[in-house]
C-alpha cells in the first residue's frame, strides 16, 4: 500500500518531525512527560518502576526517530542488506546498553538525579529479555550490537517468546524453574499490528498441469496462524545508525472458521484453536546443545523463518528488480540450522507461487544463505523424522526430497559407484523412522559454512563433514572465530576499568578499535597504573562479594582468589570436575599442618548456570556442589581457605556483575567438544586469568595473549577417540586422587550419598566419556601452579595488563566484518555528516 504524503504537505512534516532530545532539560521532559501522560501518574506517586518506565520511553522515543531514518537512508540506497536468523536472541537489559550507545548516560544520571533517582536503582529495575540458553543466543546479540556499530543494514528475525529461559532457584541445594514472564511492562518493543503473514499448517500438496502443460504443485488446506511483527530498536554505540530486531507473535487467526465455531456454539473449541495458536511463540526451549525433536519446536521454526521471508520477500519486490538479482540484494545467515527450512521455503516461493523453473531457483537459493555451525556433539545435531515432517509440512517434504535427489545426482557424477558415499551423504537418513539431516540440507543450500573457532573449523572439516568438503571442495568452508562485543562486556560491566583505559589510550576510541587497546602494553610495568588497575579488580570483587552475600547469605573475603566458572551445566563443560578439583582441595587442606595452611592462597570458587529441566546429570552436578559448598563454608576448621558458591539464576545483567571480578575462571571442556566458548573472551578482557583446556577459542586465546599468560592443561582433541577406546576396550585405571575424592562423596560427606551415585558411575562404570580421570591430574596441578602464581600479585598483575592488551582480536565488530567480506558480500552505509545531529556528542 502506498502511504506516502504528497509533495505540498510534506513542508508541514519537515517542521514538526521528531526531534530527538539532546541536552538534560529535554530529556527531563520527556520523562515527566512519559511518567504524567503515557503511564498516567504524578510525582506523587512516581516509585522507581514507573521511573526507569518513563526514562526508557524516553530513550525508546529517541531510538525509534534514528531507526526511521536508518531504514529510510537503507531503502533509498537500495543496497544489500544482511538478515539473521536466530531462534534465540540473549539481549539482557536495554537502557544501560541505550544510554551507552547513544552517548548520552550522563544527561540520563544528571537528570534523574534531579528527578529524585539514582540511575543504578533505575537501570535494576529492568526485567532481561533472555530469549536464549546460552553462548548461541548472547553471540546473536553481540552481532546485532556490532551490525548497527559498524553502520551494516541489517536486521535480525527470531520468536517473541512470552517465556524467555527459565528462572533459576535453588531450594535445598536442587535447581526449581520458575517460569519467565517478561513482557508484563517491555519498553523496547514497539507492535506493528500492520505487518502480519498468515503460516500455514498441515493440509495436502495438488499436483496438476496448467493450461500451458507445466506441472503446479499447490499446498492446500490445513491450519492458518498469524504472525504479528514486534521490533525493537538496535542502537550502534556512536552512530545514529538503528538497526531493527523483528520479533514474531503468533496469533489464531481471525476468521470465517474461528467465527462459524462461535456462532454455531462450540465456543469452548474456538478458544481452543486460539490457545493452539498463541502456543507457538509461548515458550523457550531451555536445551542447550541439545535437541530433542519436538513438533511443537518444529512449529516455531517453520513459523519464524516463513514470516521471516516473505517479510524478507516482500521487501526486495518493492524494487522491482528481476529474480536473479535476489542474491545481490538479501544475504541471509542462518544461526545453526534452526533456521535451515528457510532454504527450502525461499525455494518453495520461488517455483511454486513465482513459476521460477527448478534450477534458476535453486542458484538464487545457495547464493542467498550462509549457514553457520555451533556444535559437534551428536546429540545436538538437528534431526526431524520424515513422518512428523511430512504430516506438519508436506511439500516441504516433497522439495527436500527433490533436493536431495539433484544433490545425490551429482554425487554420483563425481563418485561413480561410491554407494556408501550415497548413504552418508544423504540429507534423509535411512533409519526407522527416517529423519532429514537439517545439517546436511543446510551445506547443501548454502554457498558457504564456516566454524566459530580454528580448531572447531578444522574438526567440522575432518570429522561430521569430511565428505562434504570431498564433494564441494575445501572453499565452501570457512572459520569465522567468534568475538564479543566490547561495549557491554568491557565498557558497561566494567565502567572503572573502561575509564581507566581510556584515560591511557586517548578516550573511548578503543571501544570501536578494540585493537588500540595494544597501547596498555607500555603500562604493563607501571606502578602508578597496576596499583589503580589492581584497585578496580579489587573493588569489583568487593561488588560480587556484595551479591554473593545478599543471595546466598555467605560472606566471603574479596583478598581471596576468585575462581569462577559460569556457562550452562553440561557434562562436556565438566563442572563436576571442576567440584571434584574442589573437594579434592578440601581434603588436602584438611590434611594440612597449621604451617602449612598459613602459605595457601585462599580461594572462593564460585559456580553459576542453569541446568536444561530434563538434563537429569546437570542436575546432579548442581546439587552436588550445593551440598558441598554447605559442608566446606560452614566448617570452622576451613575459615576463608576455602569457600565454595553456587549463584542462582546466572543470566546476562548476573554476568555483567560477575565477569570484572574474576582472578581465574575456569573453562576446562573436554578437548574438541566446545566449539568456541565467549565467556573466556569476556574474563580476559576483564583483567582475569583463564585456566582451560586447549579447546574451542581457548586455543587462539593463547595464540593472542602469550602462553605464560593461560594456565592450559589437559588432553589434546586428537587424543580423545583413543582414549575412549582404551576405556571401552582396555583396562581402565583411573586417578588416584579421583578415587579418594569419590571414596569421600561416597563415605556421605556431602550428605545422602546415593544422590550423587550417577556422577561418580558416569566415570567408573560407564567409560568416562568426557575423560575426567584422564584430565584430572593435569587439572589438579595446574590448579596448584594457579595458587603460586597469584602469591606474586606484581607479576599477576602484569600478565592480566598484557592479557587485556592483546585482546583486540576478539571484538565481534571483527568477526562481522570477516562475514560481511567473506561470506554477506555486504558494506557499510554509513550516514552522511548532518545526520549525525541528534547525536548526543
Ligand atoms: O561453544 C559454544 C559457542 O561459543 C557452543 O556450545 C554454542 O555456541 C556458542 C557460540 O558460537 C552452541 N549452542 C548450541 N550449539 N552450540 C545450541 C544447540 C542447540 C540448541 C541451543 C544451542
Known sequence: VEASIPEPQRAAWKKFQATPFVTKEDFEKEVVRHVETTLARSMFNCDETAAYAAASLAFRDRLITEWNRTQQRQTFADTKRVYYLSLEFLMGRAFDNAMLNVGLKNVAKEGLSELGFRIEDIISQEHDAALGNGGLGRLAACFLDSMASLN???????????????????????????????????????????????????????????????????????????????????????????????????????????????????????????????????VLYPNDNLDRGKELRLKQQYFWVAASLYDIVRRFKKSKRAWSEFPDQVAIQLNDTHPTLATVELQRILIDLEGLEWDEAWTIVTKTFGYTNHTVLPEALEKWSVPLMQNLLPRHLQIIYEINMYFLQSVERKFPGDREMLGRVSIIEESQPKMVRMAYLAIVGSHKVNGVAELHSDLIKTTIFKDFVKIFG??????????????????????????????????????????????LEKFADDKEFKKEWAEIKYANKVRLAKHIKTTTGVTVNPSALFDIQVKRIHEYKRQQMNIFGVIHRYLTIKAMTAEERKKLAPRVSIFGGKAAPGYWMAKTIIHLINNVGAKVNNDPDIGDLLKVIFLEDYNVSKAEIITPASDVSEHISTAGTEASGTSNMKFVLNGGLIIGTCDGANIEITREIGENNIFLFGNLAEDVEDLRHAHNYGSHTLDPDLLKVFETIKSGTF?????????????????????????????????????????????????????????????????????????????????????????GK
Open 474 to 519: 575445501p572453499d565452501k568452508f570457512t572459520n569465522v572465530t567468534n568475538g564479543i562485543t566490547p561495549r557491554r562486556w568491557l565498557h558497561q560491566a566494567n565502567p572503572r576499568l573502561s575509564e581507566l583505559i581510556a584515560s591511557k589510550t586517548g578516550g573511548l576510541g578503543f571501544l570501536k578499535d578494540l585493537n588500540i587497546l595494544n597501547e
Open 152 to 282: 551494516y543494514p541489517a536486521w535480525g528475525y527470531g520468536l517473541r517468546y512470552r517465556y524467555g529461559i527459565f528462572k533459576q532457584e535453588i531450594v535445598d541445594g536442587y535447581q526449581v524453574e520458575v517460569p519467565d514472564y517478561w513482557l508484563d511492562f517491555n519498553p523496547w518493543e514497539f507492535p506493528r499490528h500492520d505487518i502480519v503473514v498468515d503460516i500455514q499448517f498441515y493440509g495436502g500438496v495438488r499436483k496438476y498441469q496448467d493450461e500451458h502443460g507445466r506441472n503446479i504443485a499447490k499446498w492446500e488446506g490445513g491450519e492458518m496462524v498469524k504472525a504479528v511483527a514486534y521490533d525493537v530498536p538496535i542502537p550502534g554505540y556512536d552512530t545514529p545508525s538503528t538497526n531493527n530486531m523483528r520479533l514474531w507473535s503468533s496469533k489464531a487467526a481471525s476468521g470465517e472458521f474461528d467465527f462459524q465455531k462461535f456462532n454455531s456454539g462450540d465456543y469452548e473449541s474456538s478458544v481452543a484453536d486460539q490457545q493452539r495458536a498463541e502456543t507457538i511463540s509461548a
Open 751 to 839: 550428605g545422602d550419598a546415593g544422590a550423587f551415585s550417577a556422577l561418580t558411575s558416569a566415570i567408573e562404570d560407564h567409560g568416562d566419556y568426557y575423560l575426567v580421570s584422564d584430565d584430572f591430574h593435569s587439572y589438579i596441578q595446574t590448579q596448584a601452579l594457579v595458587d603460586e602464581a597469584y602469591k606474586n600479585q606484581d607479576e599477576w598483575i602484569t600478565k592480566t595488563i598484557l592479557s587485556v592488551a592483546r585482546m583486540g582480536f576478539f571484538s565481534s565488530d571483527r568477526c562481522i566484518n570477516e562475514y560481511a567480506e567473506m561470506i554477506w558480500n555486504v558494506e557499510p552505509l554509513a550516514p552522511e555528516k548532518g545526520e549525525t545531529d541528534g547525536l
